[in-house]
């Protein structure tokens, strides 16, 4: 379907920076991980969209979609101190750290609930 087209336009696909890869022009209409390396026309708006699109646009210069590639092959760098063990944790120089504060288990949840619900009764 890309090889068809004259321009691919996505709204985050990773098939943007694919095409720009293989030369063809590519317009990013959403949000995605490749979207400050060059390579894709980003319109601002609705018709700067239209008049992307009624234009015959030249590819763009493919060092971003190699940057995007080699990362996608490599994750970047090996960490030297961080040790992912998920997504959103891992550990610092040993010790255990998370992205986020870790969900309370169930019980903990409940036993807040109860505690909570006891104190509007009570008060």
């Not at 760098?77 to 998920?86: D, I, L, V, W």
Request: net charge positive.
């Amino acid at each position: 379907l890309m090889n068809a087209s004259d321009t691919v336009v996505t709204f985050g696909s990773s098939i943007g920076c694919e095409a720009n890869f293989w030369g063809k022009p590519s317009i990013l209409l959403g949000p995605c991980f490749y979207q400050n390396l060059g390579g894709v026309y980003r319109p601002s708006n609705h018709s700067e969209t239209i008049s992307l699109l009624c234009s015959n646009l030249d590819p763009m210069p493919v060092q971003g979609a190699l940057q995007y590639g080699y990362w996608l092959q490599t994750r970047g760098r090996p960490h030297q101190y961080f040790e992912a063990s998920g997504l959103f944790e891992g550990k610092f120089k040993g010790h255990v750290i998370y992205a986020r504060k870790p969900r309370p288990s169930r019980v903990v949840r409940l036993k807040q609930k109860v505690t909570k619900l006891l104190r509007k009764v009570a008060g």
